[in-house]
């Protein structure tokens, strides 16, 4: 199967979601979310997540996860991912309390396409009570359903085009047809060798030649189809006026910052969270908006 038939097969009775003036997304992706050990990549930047997180909860936003959002290549046990991480657990949950939360799959966490994994490893989490020795489990996400890809339906203007969501991974044949062998080799080979600086050159987040061709793979995907597709994987963000086609919301693994996409008033914009330092030297998670915002209403 070609990379284009791959990325079609992801929308096949894909879940759809309304956008319109009255509707606001958060997208984000890539968080890679692991076990607290050297290897993860996630907890650098824990705290901006969970800044940005209660930022959109409080503001309102749809949380949209598009894929890799757990490091399960590198770790067997998700269930130790959200004991490790339970705080940002907590508050993904409280999205799902409220409807306001909708999760991909990509290439490192693809076991969750299977609901059978899903219900046995991410219905609770640990709850400290009083003291930290007693936990106590409560719902995360009952009835959850991940998913290969989301349509946002555009209904604001007559012939607008819908936005394309998907993770990115089917573009490359070692990440989506053969993620079992990549897998294989992350966990076994190049994690023990990522703790002395050797990286992956399978992955389109670290190879900057894959990078570039999984990046044209979706641009002419896009291109050839007339949608707006948005996706993550390579963590490369991406928003230009100049490129109405492909969008991409970056990373949660960026040294510094987080990256996402922000959709309000049918606009996006691409916006970085980092740690900055007030006058009298007290830490703040700052939000700053690096491109847009770009219309979503534009026809071609």
Same mark, same amino acid.
């Not at 949380?63 to 991480?85: K, P, V």
């Not at 940002?88 to 490192?108: K, P, T, V």
């Not at 693809?110 to 936990?135: E, F, H, Q, W």
């Given at each position: *199967?070609?990379? $284009?038939?791959r990325l079609?097969?992801s929308?096949?009775?894909?879940?759809r979601?309304?956008?319109?003036? %009255?509707?606001?997304?958060?997208?984000?992706?890539? %968080?890679h979310?692991?076990t607290?050990?050297?290897?993860?990549?996630?907890?650098?930047?824990?705290?901006?997540?969970?800044?940005?997180? +209660?930022?959109?909860?409080?503001?309102?936003?749809?949380?949209? #996860?598009?894929?890799?959002?757990?490091?399960?290549?590198?770790? =067997?046990?998700?269930? +130790?991912i959200?004991?490790?991480?339970?705080?940002?657990?907590?508050?993904l949950? !409280?999205?799902h309390?409220?409807? =306001?939360?909708?999760?991909?799959?990509g290439?490192?966490?693809?076991?969750?396409?299977?609901?059978?994994y899903?219900?046995?490893? %991410?219905?609770?989490?640990p709850r400290?009570?009083?003291?930290n020795?007693?936990?106590?489990?409560r719902?995360?996400?009952?009835?959850?359903r991940?998913?290969?890809?989301i349509?946002? #339906?555009?209904t604001? /203007?007559p012939?607008?085009r819908? /936005?394309y969501?998907?993770?990115g991974? +089917?573009a490359?044949?070692?990440?989506?047809?053969?993620? =079992?062998?990549? =897998?294989?080799l992350? !966990?076994y080979?190049?994690?023990?060798?990522?703790?002395?600086? /050797?990286?992956?050159?399978?992955?389109a987040?670290?190879? $900057?030649?894959?990078?570039?061709?999984?990046?044209?793979?979706?641009?002419h995907?896009?291109?050839q189809?007339?949608?707006i597709l948005?996706?993550?994987?390579?963590?490369?963000?991406t928003?230009?006026?100049?490129?109405?086609?492909?969008?991409?919301?970056?990373?949660?693994?960026?040294?510094f %910052?987080?990256?996402?996409?922000?959709? #309000?008033? *049918?606009?996006?914009?691409l /916006?970085k969270?980092?740690?900055?330092?007030?006058?009298? *030297?007290?830490?703040?998670?700052?939000?700053?908006?690096?491109?847009?915002?770009?219309s979503l209403?534009?026809?071609?």
């Amino acid at each position: *199967m070609s990379y $284009y038939s791959r990325l079609n097969k992801s929308f096949e009775g894909a879940l759809r979601l309304p956008l319109n003036n %009255c509707t606001k997304y958060v997208l984000i992706s890539d %968080c890679h979310r692991g076990t607290g050990s050297s290897n993860d990549n996630f907890l650098k930047n824990q705290n901006l997540y969970t800044a940005a997180l +209660q930022y959109y909860y409080r503001m309102g936003y749809t949380y949209i #996860e598009l894929g890799d959002g757990d490091e399960l290549w590198e770790n =067997r046990s998700m269930e +130790q991912i959200i004991e490790t991480h339970s705080n940002i657990f907590r508050l993904l949950s !409280r999205f799902h309390e409220q409807g =306001r939360l909708h999760m991909l799959y990509g290439n490192h966490d693809i076991v969750k396409k299977d609901s059978r994994y899903t219900a046995r490893s %991410c219905t609770t989490y640990p709850r400290c009570c009083g003291s930290n020795a007693y936990l106590e489990r409560r719902p995360l996400f009952p009835d959850i359903r991940f998913h290969a890809g989301i349509i946002l #339906e555009n209904t604001s /203007v007559p012939y607008s085009r819908n /936005v394309y969501l998907t993770h990115g991974h +089917q573009a490359d044949l070692f990440n989506s047809t053969f993620w =079992r062998f990549s =897998r294989f080799l992350v !966990r076994y080979f190049w994690k023990p060798l990522e703790r002395y600086g /050797v990286l992956d050159p399978t992955s389109a987040a670290k190879n $900057y030649t894959r990078k570039q061709k999984t990046e044209e793979r979706l641009h002419h995907w896009a291109r050839q189809e007339n949608h707006i597709l948005i996706t993550g994987h390579t963590h490369r963000p991406t928003l230009s006026e100049d490129d109405p086609y492909y969008y991409n919301s970056g990373s949660c693994v960026h040294p510094f %910052c987080i990256t996402c996409l922000e959709i #309000e008033y *049918m606009q996006i914009r691409l /916006v970085k969270w980092t740690l900055e330092v007030r006058p009298d *030297m007290s830490l703040y998670a700052a939000r700053e908006v690096l491109a847009g915002p770009t219309s979503l209403n534009k026809t071609f």
